[in-house]
């Protein structure tokens, strides 16, 4: 049986020969891997394609040894697993405390904030941050509603992805 992953690696030297280790180790038989450093995603890290052959509880064993190791599978079989939700939140998002906003939208099952950029103003009111989320396939609709409630709840002007 063969699986076709896309993850996501920070750009450091040896990051792809941690992930491919652990796979060889498990029984997974590598067949290509497509790693071009110089395409990267918003957060900085590198997409890698990685095509692994072995039977289905092998395989199996690989992704959650990936995810146990908070290595990001984006894709299995050109399914995506992950989906980014890009919001901006506009306001006193500082004397807001953006850590408790951050640890609010951490706490959303499925969701891990994974870049998040901080515009700050001589005018507090006119701060605007940018926060970019990963969230389990399925569920965009559900945090976009809970990111308008944690909006609300802070007094911020919440500008969701359409």
Do not use: C, W, Y
């Not at 990936?66 to 984006?74: A, Q, S």
Request: zero cysteines; a negative charge.
């Amino acid at each position: 049986m063969r699986l076709n992953l896309v993850l996501e690696l920070l750009d450091v030297p040896g990051q792809l020969l941690d992930v491919l280790k652990p796979m060889g180790r498990l029984g997974a038989n590598i067949v290509a891997v497509i790693h071009q450093r110089d395409v990267k995603t918003e957060e900085g890290k590198v997409p890698v394609q990685i095509t692994i052959e072995g039977d289905e509880e092998t395989l199996n064993r690989v992704i959650t040894d990936l995810e146990d190791n908070e290595i990001p599978v984006m894709e299995v079989d050109g399914v995506l697993r992950r989906e980014k939700i890009t919001t901006i939140l506009v306001g006193n998002i500082v004397d807001r405390d953006l850590k408790d906003t951050v640890s609010l939208l951490n706490m959303l099952p499925g969701v891990r904030v994974a870049d998040l950029d901080l515009k700050m103003s001589a005018s507090p009111e006119k701060s605007a941050s940018k926060i970019v989320m990963e969230a389990q396939e399925g569920i965009k609709q559900e945090v976009l509603f809970k990111i308008k409630e944690i909006g609300e709840l802070k007094g911020l002007l919440v500008i969701n992805e359409i």
